[in-house]
């Protein structure tokens, strides 16, 4: 077997090194231990290999060591130390009495664990027999640790969201008028205004589609005027409250490195800060809007490309809106979240989880909301298409359109041709539903 391709040549003055040393009487190990910093990295095995090709012979004399050789220092004192550092990854290896525990070595090494993970650390310890510069035979204790240290797919979902909050909160700040209170609504309807997969910061590009182009200007541009223009026609009927339900992926990627939650690359148009700079402005300015002329409740909901920055959006905005009368906005970090209006239960998820439980899932989370209720809905997203609706277990489940068109992927896969808008409900308390309105978007 030859030598591994990855592993430097021997040099002369690493040969010079093991022989001095082999020929003081010291073994491999000894040899391993006292190996210096400043050569490549070598395992006792190796060194043992070397020393037979190169015939050394193993000293039994003492007085060897007293012929002009430089003394080795105490076993307490040595060591070998050796740390790779590929930018992806980094590898440490020690060998010694020093260092004794993983944590140790972290330490010694100065190990970044906010930015590297480890991966499949190796440990062990043996018991070595020496002749200290005295001549005396001792045993001491070697610990050898071998440590393997990643990149973290990206920044913790905590330390990303407090670093989005601190960023877009410090650049706004909010003043609304609120509606006069000569034009206090009485009446029992509730305005729902449903944002579902605008997937802000996603690119596609007409040309490789054969749909239409989408970028972040034109994201927030057809979500600020579709919901403007469903929030004018909600004003017309003068509802009491209006919510702004926000059904998962209204932002196209979750980490810096521009993926899904779960990992998938994405085509972006921008980077991540750009990203959230631009959502807080659009969202921020829609719930301003909304307060102008009803009580505005915003309820958010994760989808399967942004759990964590849905989390710092709605933290964003509760921050923004913290001492804002007639504004509120939910906080939790559920998956399905539910609305109860007067006789009606409304139930938010992005549509990717639980799809054919969603019916007994409600009963189930919300069993005394379920009995006082009369008109029972799930609103989703996710799957970009004509909007169905269906009717399970007496519940009614509303599937919603998205505001983007086909990237690259979905054209070449065939998931094109499906119309894009954002629709909005209005609610009665006693009657249930009581009207519908959509804000088209046509290509071309």
């Known amino acids: 077997m030859g030598r ?35 050569f490549p990295y070598r395992t006792a095995t190796a060194i043992s290999l070397r020393k037979q090709k190169l015939s050394i012979k193993t000293g039994t004399n003492p007085d060897l060591m007293q012929r002009g050789v430089k003394q080795p220092p105490p076993p307490e004192e040595v060591g070998t130390w050796a740390v790779q550092d590929d930018g992806a990854e980094i590898v440490v290896r020690s060998f010694g009495t020093e260092v004794k525990t993983l944590d140790e070595l972290i330490r010694r090494a100065k190990i970044d664990t906010t930015k590297y993970e480890v991966d499949k650390p190796e440990t062990s310890m043996h018991e070595t027999t020496v002749r200290d510069t005295d001549g005396k035979i001792r045993k001491v204790q070697n610990f050898r640790l071998v440590a393997r240290f990643r990149l973290k797919a990206g920044p913790s979902t905590l330390e990303q969201v407090q670093s989005l909050i601190d960023g877009a909160f410090a650049k706004r700040q909010v003043k609304i008028t609120l509606a006069p209170s000569k034009h206090k609504i009485t009446s029992d309807l509730m305005q729902a205004v449903v944002i579902a997969d605008p997937h802000l910061a996603k690119y596609a590009w007409s040309g490789e589609t054969g749909g239409a ?36 992926d209204l932002l196209h ?38 307060a102008m002329t009803a009580e505005t409740r915003v309820v958010m909901v994760p989808g399967n490309h942004d759990r964590a920055t849905t989390l710092a959006m709605q933290l964003i905005l509760a921050a923004n809106f913290r001492n804002t009368k007639g504004v509120s906005v939910d906080t939790s970090a ?28 409600m009963q189930v989370e919300r069993k005394e909301a379920w009995g006082r209720s009369v008109c ?69």
């Open 334 to 361: 559920l998956h399905r979240k539910y609305v109860e209006w007067g006789g009606c239960l409304i139930g938010l998820t992005h549509g990717d989880t639980a799809r054919k439980r969603l019916p007994n899932l």
């Open 253 to 290: 990627y979750d980490n810096p490195q521009g993926l899904t939650t779960g990992g998938t690359p994405q085509d972006r148009d921008t980077r991540l800060a750009k990203m959230l700079e631009e959502c807080q402005s659009v969202l921020c300015g829609l719930v301003e809007r909304s």
């Open 376 to 444: 029972r809905e799930w609103h989703h997203g996710h799957f970009h298409r004509e909007a169905q609706t269906v009717t399970e277990g007496g519940v009614t489940i509303r599937e919603h359109l998205s505001l983007s068109p086909p990237d690259s992927w979905h054209a070449i896969e065939g998931y094109v041709g499906a119309p894009r808008g954002m629709d909005s409900y209005l609610y009665s308390q006693t009657r249930g539903i009581r009207g519908m309105w959509r804000a088209t978007v046509l290509d071309g």
């Open 213 to 248: 182009s989408y970028d972040l200007s034109i994201a927030t541009r057809l979500v600020r005027d579709s919901a403007n223009e469903l929030m004018a026609w909600g004003d017309e009927r003068k509802p009491a409250v209006r919510y702004i339900f926000c059904l998962g």
């Open 4 to 38: 591994r391709k990855d592993q430097p040549s021997w040099t002369e003055e690493q040969d010079a090194f093991i022989r001095e040393r082999f020929e003081m009487g010291l073994p491999a190990r000894a040899v391993h231990a006292q190996w210096p910093q400043g």
